[in-house]
């Protein structure tokens, strides 16, 4: 199974330098802009399924391939983005006080622990989203098309492939071989 992973268009908290979170941020003009862009990059690859994460900015991101493709999105709250708790919708400078590195830089290090702000620990965001995974290996689908956020767009790319990588591009589309 081909699997094309992108993390959501831009939104209004990544440009004001905010913890997203699990917040139902919008994207932006420019964030719509680069979902139609995935789209057309999209356009001549056959997809079965598209899944979404329950976000506002990833269905909106997921959207335009939909509608090119004429398939319904599939949304899995499994695909959300990382709790941060009392965190969301803070400075990403929010998280150097307790943890010693600001927010994108903790999720990089895939061992961390929000429930101190009653958010998630690096192994709870891990077994959800190797239970996603497990899930759409079952299904019957050659491709399919996964929409989801920078924390867990990471942990795709550590199971899958066992590299730990950094925060990705707004709508960066990667594919993967399951």
Known sequence: MLLYVARHGETFNNTAGLINGQSNDVLTAKGQKQATDLAEKLKDIHLD????????????????????HSINIIQDSRLMEVDFGLLTVQPYSATVKDFGLPASALLSTYTYDLSLYKGETSEQVRARVQAFMNDIKRADNESA??????????????????????????????????
Request: net charge neutral; aromatic share 12%; glycine share 8%.
């Open 49 to 68: 399924t598209i899944y979404t994460s329950t976000l506002q900015r990833a269905l909106d991101t997921g959207a335009p391939t939909a509608l090119e």
């Open 145 to 178: 098309l996964v929409i989801t956020h920078g924390g867990i767009f990471r942990w795709f790319h550590y199971l899958i492939e066992g590299k730990k990588i950094q925060l990705t591009k707004n709508a960066e589309l990667h594919t993967f071989e399951l």
